[in-house]
């Protein structure tokens, strides 16, 4: 298996764009984890699936944070507009069963000037 | 609300040498402990996992123990190398929740 795949792997955008970041789980788990990291706040929940639909997103910034899983392999998360402290390593994660070992993609680093 | 602290924040030690992180909760009605290791630049990869029902985990050099009531666990690197060089990361599991809760990691070097 291929793991956790996220693209783009870097995002450098302007205030105020869209940005769309991408995440395939590996195949067969059926929960999805979306994190953000900073040095400020470390590792922080923004969002889980449960076969695709969304469990939690209590973790997610604000409204201008939005995430979709319209199939068991893809899943996005999308700012919009996008600010200059939304700058982070966004990582997408996944595990068979909530209680289960996560496995983390490489991570999206987004920078917002 | 749980929280996870690790100490030391940072380790610089010779190639060889035995060591011990630490991590601790406050919350200790957790389903599972995590380690993961990240290298600079790069995602999270899971050294061990261990449930709360177990003391203690084993994979290769590593080692992680767990004591749920007092809140605390321990990973121990044996003959550490260079390219145990990273950031070694804890992770609870809420009986009541979903969610991970990280510690903020300790950076660890290993010296040639």
């Known amino acids: 298996d291929a793991g956790v795949i996220q693209s783009p792997r870097h995002e450098v955008t302007e205030m105020g764009q869209e940005v769309t970041l991408r995440c395939k789980p590996i195949?067969?788990?059926?929960?999805l984890f979306w994190y953000r990291q900073t040095m400020m706040r470390g590792l922080e929940l923004l969002i889980y699936f449960n076969n695709n639909v969304p469990i939690d997103d209590s973790g997610m910034p604000e409204d201008r944070f939005s995430a979709k899983m319209p199939n068991a392999s893809f899943s996005t998360l999308k700012i919009q507009p996008s600010e200059p402290r939304d700058s982070a390593v966004y990582f997408c994660?996944?595990?068979?069963?909530?209680?289960?070992?996560?496995?983390f993609g490489p991570g999206t680093r987004l920078t917002v000037l | 609300k749980q929280e996870v602290t690790q100490i030391p924040a940072a380790l610089s030690v010779p190639e060889g040498e035995n060591l011990v992180l630490n991590c601790s909760f406050t919350d200790s009605a957790i389903y599972n402990l995590q380690w993961f290791r990240q290298d600079p630049g790069k995602g999270l990869t899971s050294l061990l996992l261990?449930?709360?029902?177990?003391r203690e985990q084993t994979s290769g050099r590593l080692n992680a123990s767990l004591d749920k009531s007092s809140g605390r666990s321990t990973l121990y690197i044996a003959a550490s190398q260079p390219g145990d060089s990273a950031t070694y990361l804890c992770a609870v599991k809420e009986t009541s929740g979903s969610r991970l809760t990280f510690g903020e990691g300790t950076q660890l070097t290993v010296n040639p």
């Open positions: 261990i449930q709360s029902s177990q």
């Open positions: 994660a996944s595990s068979s069963h909530i209680y289960n070992e996560q496995f």
């Open positions: 195949s067969g788990h059926d929960y």
